[in-house]
């Protein structure tokens, strides 16, 4: 047949398809089959709502393409007994459309018979036929020609081209249907036919599962499954939060129908059933038995899980009475056996279920329940869920057990210790007898929300604590102070954080007390933000070192606070003295012990890094972030992960930086506090620079500027300077010198420490000293001749070389060398010999301090300068085989990708090596696949505005990408980059 028709289907182009690689792969399977050895038969198995639907629409689309024709049918649950319904569906509104045709191709007597069943076929004055009509055939052979008939019709409706027959929810099929579709598969049209069908498996007729099978190598079976957590967050979209698609994850089990369903609703409730879901689900419960569903519903009281004993106790029936009820639910598929226990088909099944009983019913279910567990002497956190549920006002059974469960899970479950700790507040009184216990309990609330990162709630339940609290009691006020404090100041709001530590220190009639360390721990450390390292450290000389009415770990939380102030007054002496009694302190602190004080021992592993201990650095982050992890403490993890991230790039080990700073971005998000994200995205951004992906680190540097938090604060200062750092690397020189500039605040009173003013130093000498920014600053400046503006930019590298030699701090190792590489970058134009060999001492020293990546940048200078001096080239070949290696090794994909270059015109074959292999043709000349793709249409000779249109670009993006590519393939033409591709 030639016409070309798609019948009423989901096409699956509306919007893309999540997720669903290895069923997308069975499809096209099976159309490349159907294409090549005739008739398939495709079977689609999966829960309802799974998107079983949808990847029949994705196999109609594919078909669509490969030229077949598509015709989709689908079975209704309220017509089940309407024969051959889903067929009709599919193909009576084609057959009607083309019915001369198609009486033609099948004959007038195998088209009256069909005419019996698709009334697209019957005509009224139509000639008597040689077929029986099916209503005139008593003999019970009329199926079997009917299914012949209908056989030879869909070989027919093939022809050459092929056909996608689609028969959905078959499920619902009646029984007519399910018998030619067995007789298909046993009897194949001629023709590329792919038949395919989708079903439930749980309530379909075991004859519709079996037909896969009974295909033989024909046949094709794809069980579809739930979704996972990333694909919920892809299917969800950017525009919602990482905290609600996970909730609507968890809620939904992965399954697409209910998660759009929930998703469309307003509140943040995800446990709600929207109505569409619900009623659905309430047909399925309206069937049951009375006693099944009394049962049903005392399952969905007891749990997900379930054993059957717990059910019975619930409904008050015999355990006999409870298993009769089991077998029907399980035959209904309200149920399925796990074992010895039973679960809900799905988690909002069970919500139905739930709902569905009265309220004061389930209240007395749970109350039976809980009793139950109680004489098993089942632990607090087993009797909690349904304590909570039936607890009342004044119960101090209930309101013990609660609180029993929420301190057993503290550690490993914050958010729900602080849930049940709000349990047992609730329930119990407000008296003068229970003031005592509930002021406990709040303070213990207050902290289990916020390691949990519940920020704002956190906070919340400390203020109301304070206003609680007897205005003597030091001790709760000060932990529940700097509880409030460090709340505060990951919300964002410092000025409140060090407000309210200052208040609070004042009503203290001894600053040196126990109590008051803690505030004053958070004071020093809200200080140290500021870069008010003197405050810092004035308040740290009024704290002793240790105490007898200490509690364990406070010691080793001061002791983490010392290093870093003294770094930045460059007593780097006591620095590295206070780190070694910091480091001893720890090390023998059991993990218990520092749970409470991760926020302070963050500051001892960051100091490390900056004093370029990286190796202690590495190892306290990571014990504490294990830590931080165990305990949920969220707030705490995104700002070790950060550091970590920092560290790892120092050492060259771009590609665990860059999943850890990925990792400490996720967190930040989740958190949603802006201080967080911009440590995160700070060390993102550097991590993406140095491994040669300059637009993935210019955006990431460009939203920690944007996030507009931390004003007059370290991080804030370096997140900008990381951004400079990222446009110096991209080849936008002017830019990035700006950049890098303001976030030192032109060097006076800078706001970020000694180790990253001298880098900033060594990237502001390398970006005057490039042959790029001479021409950039000539033109910008309106300074004479492009020679003299070159002079001037030479003159300015000399004046950052000088800086960083004032700078440097011998006692520091791993920064000893950027003034000597700032040296060699000022000096790469008018003494090449002299550069070489400062660049190489510059090497020398940073692989010493274990910087070796930037080593590796030491050896590529080296090697640069050494083209330009007499007799140079053998030194240079050495240094650029060393500089290749160690960018490898490193991940330094776009440093790699140079230094290859320059050996190739030096005569040197390189190979592709780890990284380039892996990284492909972009790699290889040290482009983003993006600017790639711009240089070979280039190449082909295209202009700008024709590669904008191919590309979907504006003409300013493609002049934008033009303009690094000429930086980076050191080109000055078009001509040029084609040169350079051809290498």
């Not at 909730?247 to 998703?263: D, K, M, T, V, W």
């Not at 002791?559 to 770094?567: E, H, Q, S, T, V």
């Not at 707030?635 to 999943?659: D, F, H, M, P």
């Not at 090697?863 to 650029?880: D, K, M, T, V, Y």
Request: charged share 25%.
């Amino acid at each position: 047949m030639d016409g070309r028709t798609t019948g009423p289907v989901v096409t699956g182009t509306s919007t893309p398809l999540v997720g669903r690689r290895d069923a997308l792969a069975a499809l096209r399977g099976a159309m490349a089959a159907s294409r090549r050895d005739g008739f398939q038969f495709l079977a689609l198995a999966g829960e309802p709502g799974a998107g079983k639907t949808r990847l029949l629409g994705e196999l109609a689309a594919m078909a669509g393409a490969d030229g077949f024709t598509s015709l989709w049918g689908r079975a209704a649950e309220y017509e089940q007994m309407l024969p051959y319904s889903a067929l009709v569906d599919a193909l009576d509104d084609h057959l009607d459309a083309r019915r001369e045709e198609v009486v033609r191709a099948v004959g007038a007597g195998q088209a009256a018979l069909l005419s019996g069943v698709f009334p697209g076929l019957a005509a009224e004055g139509a000639p008597a036929a040689d077929e029986p009509a099916l209503a005139d055939d008593r003999s019970g052979l009329a199926r079997y020609r009917l299914y012949r008939a209908v056989r030879h019709l869909v070989g027919a409706l093939a022809g050459p081209s092929g056909l996608l027959l689609v028969l959905d929810d078959v499920h619902w099929a009646d029984d007519g249907t399910i018998e030619f579709l067995d007789h298909m598969v046993r009897h194949p049209p001629a023709g590329p036919v792919l038949m395919a069908v989708a079903f439930r498996p749980a309530q379909a007729a075991p004859r519709v599962a079996r037909l896969a099978a009974a295909a033989g190598p024909r046949g094709h079976e794809v069980v579809v499954g739930p979704l996972s957590a990333a694909e919920v967050r892809q299917f969800l979209g950017p525009q919602v939060s990482r905290g609600r698609s996970m909730a609507l994850y968890e809620a939904s089990g992965g399954n697409p129908f209910y998660l759009e369903a929930l998703a469309r609703m307003d509140g943040t409730d995800v446990t709600e059933l929207p109505p569409t879901v619900l009623a659905a689900l309430q047909v399925e419960l309206a069937d049951l038995s009375p006693g099944a569903l009394l049962v049903a519903q005392a399952a969905a009281v007891a749990a997900d899980e379930f054993e059957p004993a717990v059910a019975a106790v619930a409904a008050e029936v015999p355990p006999a009475v409870t298993l009769a009820a089991l077998d029907e639910l399980v035959e209904r598929d309200i149920v399925r056996s796990a074992g010895g226990r039973f679960r809900f088909r799905h988690p909002l099944v069970r919500r139905a279920v739930y709902e569905s009983a009265a309220a004061g019913w389930r209240l007395g279910a749970h109350a039976r329940i809980a009793a139950h567990l109680a004489e098993l002497g089942a632990p607090a956190t087993v009797q909690a869920h349904h304590v909570e549920h039936s607890g009342s006002f004044g119960d101090r059974r209930a309101v013990e057990v609660l609180v029993e469960a929420a301190r057993a899970v503290t550690a490993h479950a914050p958010a729900t210790s602080a849930h049940w700790l709000q349990a047992a507040l609730r329930l119990m009184p407000d008296d003068a007898a229970a003031r005592e216990e509930r002021l406990a309990l709040m303070l213990e609330l207050s902290w289990a929300q916020g390691i949990s990162g519940r920020l704002a709630e956190g906070r919340d339940t400390a203020r109301e604590l304070l206003r609680m609290l007897p205005d003597d009691d030091y001790p709760r006020r000060g932990r529940a102070a700097r509880v409030c404090a460090l709340m505060e100041r990951q919300l964002d709001r410092p000025q409140e954080a060090r407000a309210l530590l200052l208040d609070e220190l004042s009503r203290m009639p001894n600053p040196r007390a126990a109590a008051a360390v803690p505030m004053r721990m958070r004071l020093v450390a809200e200080s140290m933000m500021r870069v008010d390292f003197r405050a810092a450290q004035a308040v740290l000389d009024l704290m002793p070192d240790n105490a007898d009415d200490w509690e364990p770990g406070l010691a080793v939380a001061v002791a983490a606070l010392r290093p870093m102030p003294a770094l930045a007054a460059r007593r780097i002496d006591d620095a590295l003295r206070y780190a070694d009694i910091a480091g001893k302190l720890l090390a023998d602190a059991p993990d218990e012990h520092l749970s409470e004080w991760l926020d302070a021992i963050a500051w001892l592993c960051w100091a490390e890094s900056y004093l370029g201990r990286y190796g202690d650095a590495l190892r306290h982050f990571d014990r504490a972030a294990a830590v931080a992890r165990s305990t949920g403490q969220t707030y705490i993890l995104t700002n070790l992960l950060a550091g970590r991230a920092k560290t790892l790039v120092a050492t060259g080990r771009l590609a665990e930086a860059r999943a850890t700073a990925e990792e400490s971005v996720e967190c930040a998000r989740l958190l949603d506090s802006g201080q967080q994200l911009v440590f995160a995205l700070t060390q993102l951004c550097l991590a993406e620079s140095w491994s040669g992906d300059d637009e993935a680190a210019i955006r990431a540097g460009e939203e920690a500027v944007r996030c507009g938090v931390g004003a007059g604060e370290t991080w804030e200062a370096t997140a900008r300077y990381a951004r400079g750092q990222a446009l110096v690397n991209a080849g936008r020189f002017a830019e990035g010198v700006e950049a890098v500039l303001d976030a030192c605040n032109r060097f006076d009173s800078p706001r970020v420490d000694p180790g990253t003013l001298l880098q900033a130093c060594e990237a502001l000498a390398y970006a005057d000293a490039s042959r790029e920014t001479s021409a950039v600053a000539g033109a910008v400046l309106g300074v004479g001749t492009g020679t003299e503006a070159g002079a001037e930019a030479v003159a300015r590298a000399g004046q950052w070389a000088a800086l960083a030699v004032r700078l440097e701090e011998p006692r520091l190792p791993a920064y000893c060398g950027f003034a000597s590489l700032a040296r060699a970058h000022a000096l790469s134009r008018e003494d090449p010999s002299a550069a070489a060999a400062a660049a190489e001492e510059a090497a020398r020293a940073l692989a010493a301090g274990e910087r070796r990546l930037d080593a590796g940048r030491a050896l590529l200078t080296a090697g640069l300068a050494h083209l330009g001096a007499p007799g140079g080239r053998s030194r240079a070949r050495e240094n650029l085989r060393a500089a290749a290696e160690i960018f490898d090794s490193c991940g330094a994909r776009a440093l790699k990708a140079r230094t290859e270059r320059e050996l190739r015109r030096l005569g040197v074959r390189v190979g592709g090596g780890a990284t380039t292999a892996a990284s492909g043709e972009a790699a290889r000349f040290g482009l983003s696949p993006r600017e790639l793709e711009v240089a070979l249409l280039v190449a082909e000779g295209l202009t700008n505005q024709q590669v904008a249109e191919r590309l979907f670009l504006s003409v300013r993006t493609v002049e934008t990408h033009l303009s690094r590519i000429f930086a980076k393939l050191e080109v000055t033409s078009r001509v040029g980059v084609a040169t350079a591709l051809t290498r």
